[in-house]
């Protein structure tokens, strides 16, 4: 154990007020971290929020979120459903040397990595984009897995305009004057838009449309979310999006559109609005994935840049691994 583990300790945190003001001052926090996310996702989800800080004397310095869920006598750490970012953050640390730096962070994940593999079977962390080093989860002998998202910057929205590409700007114009931009609609309608986005591929959707509707009744209310719809020119919904926002950032979070209307450029007119109404507000727009080849193609039109983020997981074993998976497939069945 180096000299700067020995200084430090692990502990679950119950002071969600505690937690939250690290997560607004992190580097790595997100709204996607806070104790007003975790409990809803986990009503809807099952399972209890999980927080764990790192200590040094009585300062918190680093933290991991997620929930916690038990399947009879095996327990699972989850970055939860519909939840782009949680995992590891660290407090920001301006000052240090770049080598310093870089051991503190290094000691504090190891650390964390350390309480999760002695108290769950399995699990499963999505980090942030701001969460670069993943080696002690390698070194450990965790999987893990890059993934990649589109982050644009929306200080400067003339120079982001003359940076999209010609056609992105075309249809956004076109779709300006023949399509009209509103508030929200009822969970159920959007639910039914977000089935609409894969069934008529003949595709699954990737989340079971019960638990879109259930959570975006949790958080379509509250102050970090909103949702923004185009309708035609018969006044019918054709497409919706509901953003999730912190004090940085925004994230399309989620959306359904119908298919046969894409040409109409409703959904380039959504993630347009999107940007001229958080200029100013925000700094950062994160378009939320960018890891199917039709979605990536679509979303780095908006001049974003590409960054990757990652995953990372742990079995205890692989009976754990066999039961866990085994579970999870049940599950599913049941839900169907």
Known sequence: ??????????????????????????????????????????SVQGGEPLMVGVWKND?????????????????????????PYGGIIYRPDPGKRHSEAESFNMSCAQQLIKYLNTRYHQVFLVHTPEFKDIRPFTWAGWREKVLYTYIMD?????????????????????????????????????????????????????????????LLDKVIDTDIAEMRTVRNKDGYVISAMVLVFDGRSVYAWISGSIPEENASGAFTLLFWDAVKRHTGIHEKFDMVGANIPSISFFKKR???????????????????????????????LKRW
């Open 154 to 214: 929306i200080t400067d929205i003339e120079r982001l305009w003359n940076l999209l590409e010609r056609k992105v700007r075309t249809v956004i114009r076109n779709a300006e004057s023949s399509l009209e931009i509103g508030g929200a609609i009822d969970s159920a309608h959007f639910t039914e838009l977000f089935k609409r986005i894969y069934k008529d591929r003949g595709w699954s959707p990737p989340v079971k449309p019960a638990v879109v509707n259930a």
């Open 302 to 332: 908006f001049a974003g840049v590409l960054t990757p983020y990652y995953v990372t997981e742990r079995y205890s074993s692989p009976i754990s691994q066999v039961i866990m998976r085994t579970y999870s497939s049940m599950k599913r």
């Open 1 to 42: 154990m180096d000299s700067q583990a020995r200084n430090l300790t692990v502990e679950k945190i119950e002071d969600t007020s505690l937690w939250d003001k690290f997560v607004e001052a992190s580097p790595q926090g997100t709204v996607f971290s806070t104790s007003q996310w975790l409990n809803a996702v986990s």
């Open 59 to 83: 300062q918190l310095i680093a933290g991991v979120s997620c929930i916690h869920i038990a399947h009879g006598p095996f327990k699972k750490a989850t970055s939860p459903v519909m939840t």
